[in-house]
């Protein structure tokens, strides 16, 4: 899943109800990464469950399954 933000953010993400590991990477305006992370399931709403950032601001986040995500950059294609 991509998730596209209107301009940099720091938003962070939570794995609340997520019955499976997932990797996330977070990517800046011209695709270079910023940071990833391997993100565990955790019951219930995402209450008390740990949150995931960048630490930096941020445009695009990619959720893939665990073992998944490529490496370095990637190329964003607006409208595709």
Aim: aromatic share 12%.
């Amino acid at each position: 899943m991509v998730f596209v933000f209107d301009g940099p953010t720091r938003a962070a993400f939570t794995m609340g109800g997520t019955p499976m590991e997932l990797d996330v990477a977070f990517y800046d305006d011209d695709g270079r990464l910023v940071a990833r992370h391997r993100m565990a399931p955790c019951e219930g709403d995402g209450a008390g469950c740990p949150t995931y950032s960048a630490g930096a601001p941020f445009r695009y986040a990619l959720e893939v399954p665990a073992g998944r995500l490529p490496g370095g950059s990637l190329v964003f294609t607006p409208g595709s």
